[in-house]
């Protein structure tokens, strides 16, 4: 263990959080945590050094002292939040009930992070206090991550939209069909799971055919500044999904900068997106990287 160790959240995490807060949380600090509401004395490292993410510039990839030490939120995890915070008026008039309407909000949050998940159901309950929020959380349940298995709903991005629900968060379990239009989601949130699906425009196409009316989906993925064109591993390789898995990880983590990605998107990114928006803040206090983008989804002018 070196001195680096202590500086990442994986050191601190099984300390519970009011510890970590009494350790942290410093009243005067200009640092500020809007998932925990904490002021940290310092950020923690996160990412890691990779020749390629470097080179390439990949935002959002890359070594650097940006995870709160409270809550564990990245950079990342606080512009989505945001954004919300920044959406959060409009959506409750966007999804205000309507004659006959049904009064549940629905979000979709895939591979979940926890502290953002709480900060937004946390947000959402006290904006729309008397309705009925279901905050269902997903994932794929890849080998070689670790997944709190309580709570998650099964949800392969590759496959034509099903949703296999064990058990939604305060809510009794729903399994299956979610086609009728009363199931469909006002929010989906997707940080960084694009880069790991097979066919990207296949599953944006079904992420987009599960939003309810006035609804949104927000992504974020590597984008890296200093590559025209996007990368995908399957036109570099052709033969790439026959290879044995080592080297798929090997050739992945050599072009792309990590071993499960299957894509690596350049300033050509909008290609990809092409009816989406961008997000993007500077904000000190925050430590948000001004580089990031949240691409933003919205059905509620397409009809
Ligand atoms: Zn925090």
Redesign the pocket.
Known sequence: MNFLTFRRYEFWMFLPFSLRKWVFHQQSSPKY?N????N?RLWLNRGRKHEIIEKLKITGAGFRAAD?P????SDRDRLVFHYIQHQIQQWKSDWAMKDGAHGVIRILHIAPEK?LQHAIHKLLKTQFSGREIKYILADKFTKGYYYRKRGMAFLDLDKPFALVERESIGHSADNGNYASPEKKFHLILANHVLEHVEDLAFSINQLQSQLAVNAQILVTLPIAENLKSSIEIKNLYPNFNALPAHEQHQLSAKHLGQWDHKRLLGQDFQNYFPHWQTYSQTNPSLQLNPKEKVLIFSNKNIR
Not at 35 to 38: L, P, Q, T
Not at 70 to 73: A, L, N, Q, R, V
């Open positions: 945590c998932i925990c509401g904490s940290p709160c409270i809550c564990g939120s502290g």
